[in-house]
T-cell receptor, first 112, second 117 residues
Framework: DQQVKQNSPSLSVQEGRISILNCDYT??????FLWYKKYPAEGPTFLIS?????DKNEDGRFTVFLNKSAKHLSLHIVPSQPGDSAVYFC???????????FGAGTTVTVRA | EPEVTQTPSHQVTQMGQEVILRCVPI?????FYWYRQILGQKVEFLVS????????KSEIFDDQFSVERPDGSNFTLKIRSTKLEDSAMYFC???????????????FGEGSRLTVL
């Protein structure tokens, strides 16, 4: 399943700076997009989502941007904190579908 | 905070053996899921379950796999005859709603690591 792609396996950022994570998808029928965060030895935790009818959704330090024409979304974390060091997964679903298609994940390391 | 719990955290088994992975979803949730992540690969959907029946399954979820909700609290994944390629982290998840809304509010357990020798 190559429908959701995260082409950057890792990202290192200094504390206080912006982290930008990118995700591309191929299925134009995807209707809902999500970001999950995962710490070692834990399950993925829902972070933020966006519906295809929007182009931006913000929740505190986290903002997700959706560019439907480019089939691209991004997650911005501002400011980055050491506790943000984790693996971040982009995921997508079809309307009224029960399953999520995940990207491969991006490991974020926030340097103090 | 309510959470999804999974047992065992790690199971080692011989190829061909049956394995049952157990999950206790969040108590008021209605939709239940299994996902898996083979080491170094993506998290993959296996199956969703609602109202005591499978609502959707992936191509991975073949006849060797089955799910059950034997009582009001447990949700199990059974692999009848394990293969080496079944080695993975298996995540149980639950949600209050399904489909469009439900996929946003998926709560995952910590995972059960299955190692098939």
């Amino acid at each position: 399943d190559q429908q959701v792609k995260q082409n950057s396996p890792s990202l290192s950022v200094q504390e206080g700076r912006i982290s930008i994570l990118n995700c591309d998808y191929t299925n134009s029928m995807f209707d809902y997009f999500l970001w999950y965060k995962k710490y070692p030895a834990e399950g993925p935790t829902f972070l933020i989502s966006i519906s295809s009818i929007k182009d931006k959704n913000e929740d505190g330090r986290f903002t997700v941007f959706l560019n439907k024409s480019a089939k691209h979304l991004s997650l911005h974390i501002v400011p980055s904190q050491p506790g943000d060091s984790a693996v971040y997964f982009c995921a997508a679903s079809l309307r009224n579908d029960y399953k999520l298609s995940f990207g491969a994940g991006t490991t974020v390391t926030v340097r103090a | 905070e309510p959470e999804v719990t999974q047992t065992p955290s790690h199971q080692v088994t011989q190829m061909g053996q049956e394995v049952i992975l157990r999950c206790v979803p969040i108590s008021n949730h209605l939709y239940f899921y299994w996902y898996r992540q083979i080491l170094g690969q993506k998290v993959e959907f296996l199956v969703s379950f609602y109202n005591n029946e499978i609502s959707e399954k992936s191509e991975i979820f073949d006849d060797q796999f089955s799910v059950e909700r034997p009582d009001g609290s447990n949700f199990t994944l059974k692999i009848r005859s394990t293969k080496l390629e079944d080695s993975a982290m298996y995540f149980c998840a639950s949600s209050l709603a399904g489909g469009f809304r439900g996929t946003g509010e998926l709560f995952f357990g910590e995972g059960s690591r299955l190692t098939v020798l």
